[in-house]
């Protein structure tokens, strides 16, 4: 597993050009892919040439940024111009974007190369890419286990070499979540650091685009390259967006660590609970001050959250009507036919599931007993990590409850499916910047995930503890064998 500086370094030293390092990456998808499943679409010649272009400028003695000839893999939610977007959703199925989206052009400026689009729960609607219309991923480290979700395809493609990194995009969990379950590092940026514009919204107050990797050093460097203010999102925060690689330091002196106590108890893995609690000594050996933090309400942030994105999505999933884009049935006897059949026929279950709770909850007589109360509840949980940021610089948790289950185990339980979110959903919920990085391993060889969270614009403080703990540690170093 090459990093991104050690391809960069490739390349300049002309040890490897870019086609050769793009020509690997499609012969390991050509080998692997047919037992994990991360990519809906690959994207061969449209890579080559973005690579033949960086090698004709290193041929021409042009200095070339560090992320120029680097291969990425786009979670199939976020629009590539002229290549197929289908959010893994049958609506969506033959739809070609006519625009690029600001973080794929950002890929675009710096030199990167796409090397596909990769496979998600429908419309990002799940926790374990079963959800997808199209195949079920499996996870690396056991192919009969899941990947998580909804980021599934792009933390499976990283974690099975097929891509050094990857984009995948966080509602409640879906980069941190994946990563976890793949053994690799996930990071989820503060809510309007990173543009949305030409990512398919599934909860516009929740969605946010970031990266996967396999160091915390790569995750810094590519979140540099795709954050920044822009104009086309209205949500979008004017930050100055600082070297994030400059934060790396191997000390944790003088940082204060909060473990929020809510996360551990009834429902956690004893295996998971032990690492988290090892990893947590580990940073006490680093420097850091540990302190218990308890954040009441964040329990809390399941229930708001399965009020608040459903209602969101129902809004934004309006717009597939059969009228304007995406698939329309072509028999209808009346407009209201082909609506309903349109809709019926290209949503799954679980976005036709998600659809009628947020509608319901939206609906005249509800609005203000589920909508407005969940959204008090979130100013509440915003309320907990504000009084818990007075007294520690990050915070950290087990990511998710359990490792990676079986495929096929949860699918008839929606409910035991939502909570594998459960200490992910509050950083969403309050906007806040998270990360998940490998921190040990279970009996059965699956891997297990920290989550560290920041302060509102504070990824300098999550990027330094997350690379204090990585660099004392060889979680990192282990590599699913395939």
Not at 309 to 335: H, I, K, M, Q, T
């Amino acid at each position: 597993m090459a990093s991104i500086r050690e391809l960069h370094n490739q390349l300049v030293t002309k040890e490897r050009s870019a086609v050769e390092i793009t020509q690997a990456y499609l012969d390991r998808i050509q080998a692997v892919d047919g037992q994990v499943n991360s990519f809906l679409l690959v994207t061969a010649d449209h890579a080559i040439q973005q690579a033949q272009a960086v090698d004709a400028k290193i041929a021409a003695g042009e200095e070339i940024g560090l992320l120029a000839g680097i291969p990425i893999a786009v979670k199939d939610n976020i629009c590539t111009q002229n290549i197929r977007t289908t959010c893994a959703s049958r609506i969506l199925e033959n739809f070609i974007p006519p625009y690029e989206s600001t973080v794929s052009q950002k890929l675009i400026d710096a030199g990167m190369v796409t090397i596909g689009k990769t496979n998600m729960d429908e419309f990002a609607m799940g926790g374990s890419t079963e959800t997808s219309a199209f195949k079920k991923t499996s996870n690396p480290w056991n192919l009969d286990c899941v990947p998580g979700g909804s980021s599934g395809g792009s933390a499976a493609a990283v974690s099975a070499g097929e891509s050094p990194v990857s984009l995948g995009s966080d509602t409640g969990g879906s980069i941190r979540q994946p990563a976890a379950f793949c053994g690799i590092v996930g990071m989820k940026p503060t809510y309007g650091l990173v543009s949305r514009y030409g990512l398919v919204a599934f909860a516009s107050s929740l969605d946010q685009i970031g990266p996967f990797s396999t160091t915390v050093e790569d995750s810094a460097l590519l979140l540099g390259a795709i954050a920044g203010y822009d104009a086309k999102d209205s949500t979008s925060l004017k930050v100055e967006v600082p070297d994030y690689t400059q934060y790396l330091k191997t000390d944790l002196k003088g940082k204060k660590v909060g473990v929020i106590q809510e996360t551990f108890g009834e429902g956690l893995d004893p295996e998971v609970e032990a690492a988290t609690r090892a990893a947590i000594e580990k940073m006490k050996e680093l420097g850091a001050e540990i302190i218990d933090i308890s954040c009441p309400r964040f329990r809390y942030g399941i229930s708001a959250y399965y009020v608040i994105a459903p209602c969101e999505a129902s809004a934004n999933l309006a717009r597939y009507d059969g009228v304007r884009y995406g698939r329309r049935v072509e028999d209808a006897d009346n407009l209201l036919d082909m609506y309903k059949r349109t809709r019926a026929e290209g949503f799954g279950p679980e976005v036709k599931r998600r659809i009628m709770i947020g509608t319901y909850a939206l609906s005249a007589g509800y609005y203000d007993a589920y909508y407005l109360k969940a959204q008090k509840v979130r100013t509440l949980i915003k309320q907990d990590f504000e009084a818990a940021f007075g007294m520690v610089d990050v915070l950290v948790s087990p990511t998710s409850p359990t490792t990676a289950f079986k495929l096929g185990e949860k699918l008839a339980d929606p409910l035991s499916m939502y909570l594998d979110d459960l200490m992910t959903i509050p950083v969403n919920m309050a906007g806040l910047p998270g990360l998940s990085l490998p921190c040990g391993m279970d009996s059965k060889g699956m891997p297990i995930g920290l989550q560290i969270v920041g302060n509102v614009l504070r990824e300098d403080q999550v990027f330094h503890a997350a690379y204090a703990y990585e660099q004392a540690t060889d979680w990192h170093k282990n590599v699913a064998k395939l």
